[in-house]
């Protein structure tokens, strides 16, 4: 993710742990997962609250006899926000991630012209595509529902 000032960031590793449902995720992957090569397989924005559906997997360093990284762990990990602050989305409804961080907010973003926005100690995710949607969407409280998919 790169900030306004043109510095990189990333997921928050113990904020992303502390978030309910933020263990289970871990446990399931093995670490904190980029969603690299995720598929955004819902957004929903509605009354206040927003949910992220992401069809997401765990890439091995084996490779199989066609000469492509095996893929583990399948699992469609979703994120619900409650209170939503601001929503920056920009492209098609269409996206495969390159990158999704969550961190805190430290200084508010400018740019909410017809909301309040958000503020300081808002949980912010955002995210970068290969192709597709993107953008950051920011909220007062975050959690996890992975659900795998066999």
């Known amino acids: 993710m790169i900030n306004v000032d043109g510095t990189r960031w990333s997921t928050d590793m113990e904020l992303f742990a502390a978030l309910p449902g933020g263990r289970a995720v871990i446990e399931w992957f093995g670490f904190v997962p980029s969603f690299h090569d995720a598929e955004l397989h819902r957004l929903e924005v509605a009354k206040g609250a927003a949910s992220m559906a992401l069809r997401a997997f765990r890439m091995t360093d084996a490779i199989d006899e066609k ?12 994120l619900h926000l409650s209170d939503v602050s601001g929503v920056h ?3 098609n ?5 390159s990158e999704l ?5 430290g200084v508010a973003p400018a740019g909410f012209s017809t909301c309040g926005g958000p503020t ?6 955002s995210f970068e595509t290969s192709y597709g949607l993107e953008g950051s969407i920011y909220a007062r409280e975050l959690s ?3 659900d795998p998919v066999r």
Do not use: M
């Not at 990284?69 to 469609?76: S, T, W, Y």
């Open 67 to 78: 000469g492509f990284f095996v893929l583990d762990k399948h699992a469609v990990v979703t």
């Open 89 to 91: 989305l920009t492209g």
């Open 93 to 97: 409804a269409a996206s495969i991630l």
């Open 101 to 105: 961080g969550i961190r805190r907010v």
């Open 120 to 125: 300081a100690g808002d949980i912010e995710v």
């Open 144 to 146: 996890f529902n992975i």
